[in-house]
């Protein structure tokens, strides 16, 4: 098979040809195994925060094509498939709302009038511009009459008795959503069932999810959304496998289609494969992850950090990729309490222009090669490289590979005997090697 190679690398290359020379580098030897083949890829994408939507709302014309382009063309762009929202506001929201007046609990005011101002032109211009978008749906908070601090921030539980009232809150969320024409095919419980944070968050022992999901949530679904997967946690690593016990191991199992995780806290990656080991038959979905603590626009490493960790998680049976925000401005905001993130394109609003940075360019070795539908592929890697590979629908093969080391390597990859693909990498170089059919 034929091969053209993608590189990006600390040394400014971006999408573009490895270095040359470099044959006294050590040598790292893999080999694809295409008749191993493992979990079928749902695709990538980001988050459509009301923060995302307000600053491209800012942009001129020129630019807002631009960032379109950039991520849901599926020949120049990203070709990005899926999109996450939150259910009201989160801390990138411009302030806290819901879809109601307060303390109604009959429903009897509920709109989406707020996402029509800024949220929804983005989603339908996204649609426009890729293939259409796989949406999952997220809670940060339920309405604060149904909680037992009284308030969205600083976490709190759903409060006793309250939870019919939400599982319809959400049900009526869902079936507005497809009114609107934007279907929901995923959804999560609670972003974050452990965190208690100054913004928008709800905290669930896994008892209460399980309970909640098996009496309230997961009911309702199956009579009016059977078509919404359900997907539990939401959280980091390190406590997936006991929330997963809970969650599977009782009545919830039956309404649940898997678990989202984020990258935080922890690279317990082998947490993951523990789960899927004990329930097989379930799914596992990177639903989050970002770098906080404001923008990074010109350095190598966010695009390190995307790297590493989405090759782990696909060696450790991940099926999708949401990133976070799609768009923050030059200040990594706007949030409405100041927790300022990195996003893999900024913009700088006063200049009406886009900044992509080293974050998109790593995403894009993975989600332009890695088609949705592809089949993760097993790999004999006794190297330092970190490498993951895939086989799209179309018969076409594509290997990403980091060198997470600080030194350059030539890195030998075979497909079969005779065929193989060699590439001079740079310390911290990333690597796509497509094989086309």
């Known amino acids: 098979m034929p091969y053209t190679v993608l590189y990006s690398g600390p040394g400014g290359t971006r999408w573009g040809q ?7 580098a050590p040598i790292a030897r893999l080999r694809l195994l295409p008749r191993e083949r493992r979990q079928t890829l749902l695709g990538f994408g980001g988050a459509f925060t009301e923060a995302a939507a307000y600053v491209f709302s800012l942009l001129p014309e020129p630019a807002q094509e631009e960032f379109l382009g950039a991520y849901f063309d599926p020949g120049q762009g990203l070709g990005y498939t899926l999109g996450r929202v939150s259910i009201h506001s989160s801390d990138f929201s411009l302030c806290s709302y819901v ?16 996402e029509q101002k800024w949220l929804f032109p983005l989603l339908r211009r996204a649609m426009r511009r890729g293939k259409g978008l796989a949406l ?12 037992t601090n009284g308030s969205m921030l600083q976490g709190g539980a759903l409060r006793e008795g309250a939870q019919d009232k939400w599982a319809a809150y959400i049900d009526r969320y869902l079936s507005e959503m497809k009114a609107q024409g934007l279907p929901v095919e995923y959804l999560s419980v609670q972003n974050e069932a452990e965190a ?40 980091n690593r390190d406590n997936i496998l006991p929330r997963a016990d809970a969650l599977y191991g009782g009545r919830a199992a039956r309404y649940l289609w898997g678990l989202g995780f984020h990258w935080y806290v922890c690279d317990e990656h082998r947490n993951l494969t523990a789960v899927h080991n004990a329930w097989p038959q379930k799914h596992l979905l990177f ?41 923050l401005d030059w200040q990594g905001g706007p949030n409405h309490v100041g927790n300022y993130c990195h996003a893999p394109i900024l913009a700088d609003t006063a200049a009406g222009r886009i900044h992509k940075n080293s974050a998109y360019y790593a995403i894009g070795h993975f989600s332009r090669f890695l088609k949705p539908g592809a089949h993760c592929l097993g790999m004999e890697n006794p190297s330092p490289l970190l490498a993951a590979a895939a086989q799209n629908p179309d018969g076409s093969l594509a290997c990403v590979l980091l060198n997470p ?33």
């Open 18 to 24: 490895p270095p040359a020379g470099g044959q006294d």
């Open 287 to 327: 639903t989050e992850g970002c770098l906080e603590g404001g923008p990074q626009p010109h350095g190598w490493q966010p695009a390190v950090r995307y790297a590493r960790d989405y090759l782990q998680n696909l060696n450790h049976w991940c099926e999708g990729f949401f990133d976070w925000n799609l768009l």
């Open 196 to 235: 208690v944070q100054p913004w928008e968050s709800c905290v669930y022992t896994p008892a209460q999810e399980a309970a909640f999901v098996a009496d309230f949530l997961g009911p309702r679904l199956a009579q009016h959304h059977p078509e919404v997967k359900l997907l539990g946690w939401d959280h």
């Open 99 to 114: 879809y109601t007046d307060p303390g109604d609990e009959k429903l009897v005011s509920f709109t989406l009038a707020h």
């Open 405 to 437: 080391t600080d030194k350059p390597m030539r890195a030998q990859l075979s497909l079969s005997p005779g065929q193989s693909a060699e590439l001079l990498m740079e310390g911290e170089g990333l690597a796509t090697v497509h094989f086309t059919a």
């Open 136 to 147: 999952l749906a997220s809670p940060w908070s339920p309405p604060p009459w149904l909680k």
